[in-house]
């Protein structure tokens, strides 16, 4: 299966800068610690949405790490990797 950036950007329903928006004073919220260094953060509402973006990380050899977020109780990713557009 191959997966665009244009197919991992329409996985997730919310993304969001997470390195240096202070998440670390919610870190309660999720259901393990979260590495505060990543750059981004994409939220699913389906595991099988965090399944196909995990699929295509991995395969562009990006790290990150994914837990479930109880305060919108939603799948969260976080990552370094962000998508690029041409022209933007």
Known sequence: MELTAEDFDSLSNTQMQWKGYEWE???DRF????NFDFKWAYW???YTALLFARIF???KEAA??????????QYVLITNYSI???GV
């Open 31 to 34: 259901t393990s610690s979260p």
């Open 64 to 73: 990150f790490q994914h837990f479930y977020d109880e305060g919108t109780e």
């Open 44 to 46: 699913f509402d389906s």
């Open 84 to 86: 690029e557009y041409a």
């Open 57 to 59: 990380l991995s395969g």
């Open 25 to 27: 004073k919610q870190a």
